[in-house]
Structure formats: structure tokens, C-alpha cells
């Protein structure tokens, strides 16, 4: 628990940290509301309540994974700044052991992340609700909460390979050129290619898509959580690995 009271106290005094957090919320629930705005005036008049109660969730977690970029990069920037600083060899004369500091950024950033996802999706649901009012949407059907989870995973997600990237480059250009690339270049880059849609199956963007019913299904709902919880923790875990064999 010291470790993680630590880095909450790094994190928030860091003022990156604030830009960062305050790009991907302020940009990503403006996108929101105008997204939802657009999207439920186009709605045809026989939508019926259950169906706007599921518009509005889809609407708003649009909005949502388009804060992971800003996220990822202060995933990143918590590690690569301290190398850069060489503020992270005073954090390891305090707590020698390596994985326990990597392991406590990663709770205070999921944190950070889980808070950032919320700050979005229910301002952003409020006024989906308001605008789509005549439609007399329901409460949230069975269905939307795939679409919650796999928004809010694909925060998380990517907020934790921006800092397992961070940890294993060390360099705060070259992680984040490594994030791009992995979230949005790859995918664009494997359609081109005969087995393509084979490779998108396992990176993260397409399962993440799937699930806020954003892409055709291509593979179980199981399946790309299963994905997205994988591109969380396996490059974390490796950075955990190369942590424990250099503090040995």
C-alpha cells in the first residue's frame, strides 16, 4: 500500500498528468455529446425504448475509447519522465524491489483510467438521454453492458501497454511511436494484406470495436475480451519479468 500511495502522489503532482487526463476527458466528451447529438437526430421516429436505451450506450462509448490515446501516453510518460528525470532510481533506493513499483503505477493508472472512463460515459449518457427524451429510452437493457465493459477494458487496456511500453523502451518518443503504431497503424496496415482480418482478430482495435458494436463480429464476445485483457496484462507482464531480472 506504500508503494501505491507513492505513485498516487507522483502521479497527481505531475502536471503532464493533468493535460493528459484533461485532453482525453474535456475532447472526448465534447466528441460525445456531438457524436450522440448527430446520431439520435437521425433516428427514425419507430425506435422503440429499449432499442434508444442501447443507441445512447453505443453513442457514449464512441466517445469513450477515444480517450485511450491520451491515456496511453500518460501510461507512457509516468515511467519514461522518471527515467528521463532519473527520478526512478530515488524511487528504487526507497522500494528496491522493481516489479512492486511497476506494479503499484499499474493500479493508480487503472484507477486513473476507470475514473476517466466514468467522467465521459455518464455526463455523455445524461444528455443522450436528454436528447433522445421523446424516444422515453428505458433503463440500460441486458445488452449494454457488454458494450460498457468492452469501452471501459479498452481504457484500461491501453493505459496499460502505454506503460508496459514505457517500462520495456524506456524512452518516452519510442513508446509512444510503438502505442500509435499497435492502435492505429497496424490495423490499418493488416487490411490490405490477404490474411488481414486474421491478424486484426489480435490486436486490440477491432475486439474493441466489436464490443461497443461499432464492427461486424468476427470471433465469440468471450473471445475479445479475452483479447483486450491480454494486450493488458502479457506486455505488462513481460515489463514485470525484465523489472525482476534487473533489480536480481
Excluded at 446520431?39 to 425506435?47: A, E, L, T
Aim: proline residues 6%; hydrophobic residues 60%.
Amino acid at each position: 500500500m506504500n508503494a501505491i500511495a507513492a505513485e498516487w502522489i507522483k502521479l497527481r503532482t505531475l502536471r503532464s498528468t493533468w493535460w493528459a487526463l484533461g485532453a482525453g476527458v474535456v475532447v472526448s466528451l465534447a466528441l460525445t455529446v456531438l457524436g450522440a447529438a448527430t446520431v439520435i437526430s437521425r433516428w427514425d421516429p419507430g425506435r422503440t425504448p429499449d432499442q434508444a436505451a442501447m443507441g445512447i450506450v453505443v453513442a457514449v462509448y464512441v466517445g469513450v475509447i477515444l480517450a485511450q490515446l491520451p491515456l496511453g501516453m500518460l501510461g507512457t510518460m509516468t515511467i519514461t519522465g522518471e527515467h528521463a528525470s532519473g527520478m526512478l532510481d530515488t524511487t528504487f533506493v526507497a522500494t528496491p524491489s522493481r516489479t512492486r513499483v511497476l506494479l503499484a503505477k499499474a493500479v493508480v493508472l487503472s484507477g486513473a483510467a476507470l475514473v476517466c472512463s466514468l467522467l465521459i460515459a455518464v455526463p455523455g449518457y445524461l444528455y443522450g438521454r436528454l436528447v433522445a427524451a421523446r424516444f422515453h429510452p428505458s433503463a440500460l437493457p441486458a445488452e449494454a453492458w457488454q458494450v460498457i465493459a468492452g469501452g471501459t477494458l479498452m481504457i484500461v487496456t491501453t493505459t496499460m501497454l502505454g506503460l508496459a511500453l514505457g517500462a520495456i523502451l524506456r524512452n518516452g518518443a519510442v513508446a509512444t511511436a510503438a502505442l500509435v503504431a499497435i492502435l492505429l497503424l497496424l490495423p490499418f496496415v493488416t487490411r490490405v494484406l490477404p490474411w488481414g482480418e486474421a491478424i486484426n482478430r489480435f490486436l486490440p482495435t477491432y475486439p474493441a470495436l466489436q464490443l461497443i458494436e461499432q464492427a461486424p463480429d468476427i470471433m465469440p464476445s468471450w473471445t475479445a475480451f479475452a483479447v483486450l485483457a491480454g494486450w493488458a496484462v502479457l506486455p505488462l507482464a513481460v515489463a514485470v519479468a525484465r523489472a525482476g531480472v534487473r533489480s536480481s
